[in-house]
């Protein structure tokens, strides 16, 4: 088989969710780490216009957008299958990758785990306090959210692990590393699944730099 090469930025969830899969499912991969800003050169713009992470290329194939990745790599490795196969609890998982990539990241991510992790971490910044504020209704709707669709289930999406615990672990792990991720999450049906994510090989290999675990 090809190498498949993985580019992304340490610390970055969508980085993370991409190797995590990869761990769980024994896969052999080359991480290219990027340092800061290293998404913006022209070398990496060539193979992602958009200047986000991650990428991967699996030889002459190169893919970015992580859903699109997690599903590729899902079936490029099927064992084990991280797509339901009953239809409602497929379109559960896609309706909780897009909760994640079109509310939880812009809405909360963005401000608050950028303004008390990553700009603190990476840039040496204080936090906006403003900016975390603002974003914390937010937060309160989609982590209430999540949680109303975990319900009693072990998993986001029933009994078995799914690309939608991939993709949204990362997210929230380092959302609950912050005061306000740790207000909310905690007493919440989300803290249990949580528990039950960390103790996964595939978070526990794939985890945050320190200086990143460390800032808040």
């Known amino acids: 088989m090809s190498e498949l090469v993985v580019h992304g930025i340490p610390g970055s969830p969508f980085l993370r969710a991409v190797m995590a899969l990869l761990e769980e499912k024994s896969a052999a991969y080359r991480l290219q780490p990027l340092g800061s800003g290293g998404q913006r ?38 064992t084990p299958a991280l797509q339901p196969v009953d239809l409602r609890r497929a379109a559960r998982m896609d309706q909780l990758m897009g909760i994640s990539d079109w509310y939880f990241f812009p809405k909360v991510a963005g401000p608050i785990v950028f303004q008390r992790v990553v700009g603190p971490a990476i840039m040496g910044m204080v936090a906006d306090e403003a900016v975390v504020a603002a974003a914390v209704p937010d937060a309160a709707l989609c982590t209430a959210t999540i949680a109303d669709l975990l319900g009693d ?24 590393l912050t005061p306000e991720g740790r207000n909310l999450l905690d007493g919440s049906p989300l803290r249990a699944w949580m528990d039950r994510m960390a103790a996964r090989p595939c978070f526990q290999t794939t985890l945050p730099p320190p200086g990143m675990r460390d800032a808040v």
């Open 41 to 78: 050169t022209e070398a990496y713009r060539a193979m992602h216009p958009f200047a986000r992470v991650p990428v991967i290329q699996h030889g002459d194939f190169t893919l970015y957008e992580t859903q699109a990745i997690l599903r590729y790599l899902d079936n490029l490795f099927p």
């Open 153 to 176: 289930q072990t998993f986001l999406t029933g009994d078995t692990f799914s690309l939608a615990d991939v993709h949204l672990y990362p997210q929230l792990f380092l959302f609950g």
